[in-house]
């Protein structure tokens, strides 16, 4: 009886996936990104070209985590929260998913990292999902803080705080190599951005202090 083809069970997809990441980054790596091709990380992975293109869009997709999916998981506990939940706890648990992407795999994440710094088109391709991620939690916040007369500000302050906190421990994680026994401190590190998140009295001196920017602002240009 003949076994079935890799990539026909969810096992095996997930496998697919992890030998084309695996050949992406020890191909940009070694050959440099510039010089690999699509063509060339598929035959490392030991698949055809058909089959990259059935799990990445370009080569620079191979060398990303599954930010998708992340983004999938951060949606899914905002929409099923409590309303009453507070939402220091609430974006905490939403933004301790995505360490996942990086801890399950804390060698390629190291080596992603690295790449990350060293390829512009793969920095700027990251930054661009950093600011997916804070456009998501904003929206939700929003959707939460309605009825706040400063709702859209707290969630703007909010959500670009966390995303900003989680940057900030996971790169300092991986900037270490991503120790087994870092994980605690990194998520330590992340989730004491709880108390530093705005409450409603924290607002109106914030709120008075950007108008006034906006006001010199306006008054410059008008000179």
């Given amino acids: 009886m ?46 055809g070209r058909r089959t990259f293109f059935r799990y990445f869009r370009s080569k620079e997709d191979a060398i990303s985590p599954d930010h998708e ?20 706890s609430l974006v905490l648990r939403a933004g301790e998913t995505v360490f996942d992407l990086y801890t399950d795999d804390p060698a390629l994440s190291v080596a992603r990292f690295r790449l990350t710094h060293e390829v512009p088109v793969l920095r700027d391709r990251e930054s661009a999902s950093v600011d997916h991620y804070r456009r998501l939690f904003t929206r939700y916040l929003r959707r939460r803080f309605a009825g706040d007369p400063h709702g859209d500000l707290r969630a703007a302050v909010t959500g670009s705080a966390v995303v900003a906190a989680h ?57």
């Fill in 69 to 88: 999916t992340a983004l999938a998981r951060i949606a899914e506990i905002f929409e099923t929260a409590h309303p009453d939940e507070p939402a220091p």
């Fill in 167 to 223: 940057n900030l421990a996971l790169r300092a994680w991986l900037a270490d190599g991503a120790p087994a026994g870092g994980v605690e401190a990194c998520l330590g590190r992340f989730r004491r951005v709880a108390d530093m998140l705005p409450r409603d009295a924290d607002l109106r001196p914030l709120t008075e202090r950007l108008e006034l920017a906006v006001t010199r602002l306006e008054r410059g240009a008008a000179s």
């Fill in 2 to 47: 003949s076994q079935p083809r890799r990539g026909r069970s969810v096992e095996g997809r997930a496998e697919v996936r992890r030998d084309l990441v695996a050949a992406a980054v020890a191909l940009f790596r070694d050959r440099g990104y510039d010089d690999t091709t699509v063509d060339d990380i598929a035959a490392a992975a030991g698949v």
